[in-house]
């Protein structure tokens, strides 16, 4: 475990319940905006606690000092309820890699920190423009699942459904700053989605290859333990491995109509693609 300085003092930190982790990420993410540093949030967080009086033993506060810790900082000064960062370092869980979400720090609750800094400073590319992923409020998430919900057809993934209801509304004419647009934008990521390509006129939509960490960090958000962390994780693999084949495929297929005379680069968006 890092050290922690704070006030010029190292902290004890002993073992919190994930309870009080829960506690203090929800703190965290009403603090969080669209720029900034998360790690600075979380350290704001704690400034507050302890402005409000609540001692080093609390079982909130001590998870705020090793969540600190984990995103990297190692010495911070309080005024009040603000802190200022004097010393930290890059961690994985600050830079909210797949790393950071090991089954002990999953079933502990200190992987939360690491799933802030990935869920809330994600950027997904659509048609290879590349979007910032702004988190939605519960509501608006709430309603574009009921819709993706029933139009899930049977057997279909849910990211494609998903990809789907983000082709209907940019036929809408909707742009990402529609916050619909953006709370399936969301919902993607969650599913670890990185590139999806959308073709109105052809009514083709295709994805490129998910990232594991951003699905691990939504689940972890959401509570799950590390077992069922691990079966997202496994799940996004088994995706990704039938992008590789359909990717192997269309290599092949290029190559023999081409007398396998030259080498075909693999597109950077590529995978499962249906008509609408």
Same mark, same amino acid.
């Given at each position: ?9 190292y ?43 609540k ?8 998870a705020g ?71 939605q ?37 909707k742009?990402?700053e529609?916050?619909?647009?953006? &709370?399936? *934008?969301?919902? #993607?990521?969650?599913?670890? $989605?990185?590139? =999806? +390509?959308?073709?109105? %006129? @052809? ?8 990232n ?6 939504? &689940?972890? *958000?959401?509570? #799950?333990?590390?077992?069922? $962390?691990?079966? =997202? +994780?496994?799940?996004? %693999? @088994? ?27 693999v ?10």
């Open positions: 475990m890092s050290s922690l300085r704070v006030n010029g003092q902290v004890l930190i002993k073992d919190p319940e994930k309870k009080d982790f829960v506690a203090f990420v929800n703190l965290c993410i009403a603090k969080i905006g669209p720029e900034g540093s998360i790690p600075h949030v979380a350290a704001n967080v704690l400034a507050g606690l302890l402005a409000e009086g001692p080093h033993s609390d079982g909130v506060v001590q000092f090793e969540i600190c810790a984990s995103l990297g900082i190692k010495n911070m000064w309080t005024d009040g309820a603000n802190a200022n960062v004097t010393e930290e370092v890059a961690t994985d869980a600050a830079q909210g890699l797949e790393t950071a979400f090991g089954f002990a720090a999953v079933e502990s609750g200190l992987a939360m920190g690491g799933a802030l800094c990935n869920a809330f400073r994600r950027t997904i590319n659509l048609n290879d423009a590349a979007v910032r992923v702004l988190r409020g519960r509501e608006s998430m709430e309603t574009v699942a009921r819709k993706v919900s029933a139009a899930k057809q049977i057997n279909e993934p849910i990211f494609m459904t998903g990809g789907r209801l983000l082709g209907v509304l940019l036929k809408e004419g742009t990402v529609d916050p619909e647009v953006m &709370a399936v *934008l969301c919902m #993607l990521s969650d599913f670890g $989605v990185t590139h =999806v +390509r959308i073709d109105l %006129e @052809k009514s083709t939509l295709g994805f490129g290859m998910f594991p960490a951003n699905a691990m960090a939504s &689940a972890i *958000l959401q509570g #799950l333990g590390a077992d069922k $962390v691990k079966t =997202v +994780r496994e799940s996004v %693999e @088994k995706v990704n491995a039938q992008f590789r084949q359909v990717a192997d495929r269309e290599v092949a297929a290029q190559r023999q109509a081409q007398g396998g005379e030259q080498r075909i680069a597109p950077n968006v590529m995978g499962t693609r249906r008509r609408r």
